[in-house]
């Protein structure tokens, strides 16, 4: 593997987990906004102490999270969530129920989309044309 594929590989990881924490962060904001959340109410969820999930949320965090932990803080948000891939060349968008391929003609850009509904947040890497359900979108082109 070259340099080039390695600073790529590095970017993708880190797009990546920037996008978790965005997700999380924007949950916690929610809940925070409404009252009655506090990160030591998630940190006895979790069954860690309140600074480690405190550092976790911090400006200069990348934590470097595995599945389980990613699924243990969304059980403990009492979050659902949604895992899809986007296809760079054609657009098509694979997803646990099978491929959703591109409308004929649009461009694949790849964006990463956070949605808050309600008490739902749904972060997806997709194309740019599939970025505009739910209330309340942001896109954000990489």
Same mark, same amino acid.
């Given at each position: !593997?070259?340099?080039s ?6 970017y993708?990881?880190?797009? !990546?987990?920037? =996008? ?17 959340? &506090? ?19 911090? =400006? ?13 803080? #969304?059980? =403990?948000?009492?979050l ?5 891939? &986007?296809?760079?060349?054609t ?10 391929h #591109?409308? !004929? ?7 990463? &989309? ?6 739902r ?14 209330t309340?979108?942001?896109? !954000?082109?990489?």
């Amino acid at each position: !593997m070259n340099r080039s594929e390695d600073h790529m590989r590095a970017y993708n990881r880190g797009m !990546m987990r920037s =996008a978790v924490v965005s997700l999380f962060w924007a949950a916690i904001a929610d809940r925070k906004k409404r009252g009655g959340f &506090t990160f030591q109410a998630l940190a006895k969820a979790l069954g860690r102490d309140k600074s480690a999930i405190s550092r976790w949320f911090s =400006a200069d965090a990348q934590p470097n999270w595995s599945l389980d932990t990613i699924a243990d803080i #969304a059980e =403990a948000l009492n979050l659902d969530l949604q895992v899809t891939a &986007t296809d760079r060349v054609t657009g098509a968008v694979y997803g646990s129920t099978g491929v959703r391929h #591109a409308p !004929m003609g649009l461009p694949a850009k790849p964006v990463v &989309t956070t949605t808050v509904s309600g008490d739902r947040l749904r972060i997806t890497k997709a194309p740019e044309y599939v970025a505009t359900w739910g209330t309340k979108t942001r896109s !954000m082109a990489f």
